[in-house]
Antibody, heavy 124, light 110 residues
Framework: QVQLQESGPGLVKPSETLSLTCTVS????????WSWIRQPPGKGLEWIGY???????NYNPSLKSRVTISVDTSKNQFSLKLSSVTAADTAVYYC??????????????????WGKGTTVTVSS | SSELTQDPAVSVALGQTVRITCQGD??????ASWYQQKPGQAPVLVIY???NRPSGIPDRFSGSSSGNTASLTITGAQAEDEADYYC?????????????FGGGTKLTVL
């Protein structure tokens, strides 16, 4: 059974870079999309971006200038870096595994395995 | 539009049927996936594709889609179904092909 675990600092200073790692256990990081999602306190889910196991990436346009997602297949890990953080980046950050499929002419994506989430606070 | 719109809150009497909807232009080209989130917990996938349930999800959960609207139906709602529900789909606006979540619907079981 595949499990994901987020790790990284729980406190980041404003203007610095937030760095998180997601470790994949119980399965290979090969194949699948590997995604980051965040949830500010009391608010909804926000998709940050994903990396395909081959290395191609796709980011939320509102965060694109500050986000980098990378993958280390040798360690079965993928990582998130978010630069120039402000208090607005305070959130629970989740990593997730995603797959795709199609039924006739319609396509779909879904995130079937999630980490438990890690809280990151941006404060001096 | 790149947005997915959900009603902020819905309520249902115990044992009754409730439908949670998600509207957006991208839903004409992509199926939505649906996630249940209880307080303090990570989201859980409940429906994906045309109407697929992951292992362990009760069959009272079902999905459907018509035009620009995706729906999650809970037939015979239980107390444990009280949670926030989010839809998610591809963002097909402009040249961007990322993903987007709806704002979420808080389901109360009365």
């Amino acid at each position: 059974q595949v499990q994901l675990q987020e790790s990284g600092p729980g406190l980041v200073k404003p203007s610095e870079t937030l760095s998180l790692t997601c470790t994949v256990s119980g399965g290979s990081i090969s194949s699948y999309y590997w995604s980051w999602i965040r949830q500010p306190p009391g608010k909804g889910l926000e998709w940050i971006g994903y990396i395909y196991y081959s290395g191609s990436t796709n980011y939320n346009p509102s965060l694109k200038s500050r986000v980098t997602i990378s993958v280390d297949t040798s360690k079965n890990q993928f990582s998130l870096k978010l630069s120039s953080v402000t208090a607005a980046d305070t959130a629970v950050y989740y990593c997730a595994r995603a797959s795709s499929g199609s039924y006739y002419v319609l396509h779909y994506y879904y995130m079937d395995v999630w980490g438990k989430g890690t809280t990151v606070t941006v404060s001096s | 539009s790149s947005e997915l719109t959900q009603d902020p809150a819905v309520s249902v009497a115990l044992g009754q049927t409730v439908r949670i909807t998600c509207q957006g232009d991208s839903l004409r080209s992509y199926y939505a996936s649906w996630y249940q989130q209880k307080p303090g917990q990570a989201p859980v996938l409940v429906i994906y594709g045309k109407n697929n349930r992951p292992s362990g999800i009760p069959d009272r959960f079902s999905g459907s889609s018509s035009g620009n609207t995706a729906s999650l139906t809970i037939t015979g709602a239980q107390a444990e179904d009280e949670a926030d529900y989010y839809c998610n789909s591809r963002d097909s606006s402009g040249n961007h092909l990322g993903w987007v979540f709806g704002g979420g619907t808080k389901l109360t079981v009365l």
